[in-house]
């Protein structure tokens, strides 16, 4: 890894697929110094061979972000390389999908190691620096179901939740430091997301009391997932909040995302409830 130190660094995790991947495209296409990470270099091909195919250079960088050893011990020597992280993109995240009456607690508890508490372990490691330089930006790819919750997605919603409470308290806590928090809240892109989000082990037993529910939701997301868009948009909103001086705490992107949350200021709660249930279930 040569670093270019006239340039800014950006740190983007998940950078294997989707928003990641492509925000590291095209944060390197702005001239960014971009390092992406991966659990695993073998999945980064794809990534290398886009950026050689638009000309730039992309950092990858083996983390598994969900390990306190492997963070203590990679990111010294990210920083003996690159000096400052101006920027933190802490996209890395998946799916848990299934009734909450069956999800296991284990299940849950993996989901918010990578969507809740490595997001943490990572900003704790790059806010020092940003302290004490004044300045420095940690954006954290939330969701619009971290802002309404859809049946099913019960337990990626209350980990997308936690995220929010956690970046909004945060945002608090450095901006006095000239470092901001800002939440990015996608709608439906098209990404790799819908293929790698996992089933809970017991949400396709027919017994349970909500099959029919389970299919009802299965034919209604068929459609929503035609809505889907372009990921380049997400990552046009990032960079928008990497330039900006003193960026807003939430950023919604995608139509999806602005009319839900839309919804959730304006319409009296009951009846948002019931649309929501109407558009998702019945
Ligand atoms: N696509 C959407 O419609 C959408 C909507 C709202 C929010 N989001 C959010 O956007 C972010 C990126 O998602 P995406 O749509 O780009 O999904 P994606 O195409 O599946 O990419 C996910 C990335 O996250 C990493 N990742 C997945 N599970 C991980 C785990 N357990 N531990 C560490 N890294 C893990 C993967 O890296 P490796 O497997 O290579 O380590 C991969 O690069 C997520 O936080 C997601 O919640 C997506």
New binding site residues.
Partial sequence: MVANREAQTVLI?????????ITCLYLAEKGYNVIG????SS??GDLYSEADQRGVTVHGLEL???SDAEVQRVMPEVFNQFGEIHALV??????LWGPLEIVSIDEMK?LF???VF?VLRMTQVVLPAMIERRAGKIVN?????GRLATPFNGA?ASS?YALEGLSESMNHEVSPFGVHVAL?????????????QVRAQRADDPNLAYAPYVQRYNDRHQTFDKL?SD?VK?AKVIHKIIRSRRPALRHPV?LE?HAGIMGTRLLPGRLFQWMLGRATLK
């Fill in positions: 995790t998940g950078a294997s697929a989707g928003i990641g991947k990470t991966s659990r695993a999945r980064l598994d972000i969900n802490n996209n890395a995240g998946y799916g993996t190691e990578t969507n490595a790819i939330s969701s619009v179901l990626y997308k990015v809240e996608p709608g439906l892109f098209e990404t790799e997301f819908q293929r790698s889907a990921p997400v995608g995302s």
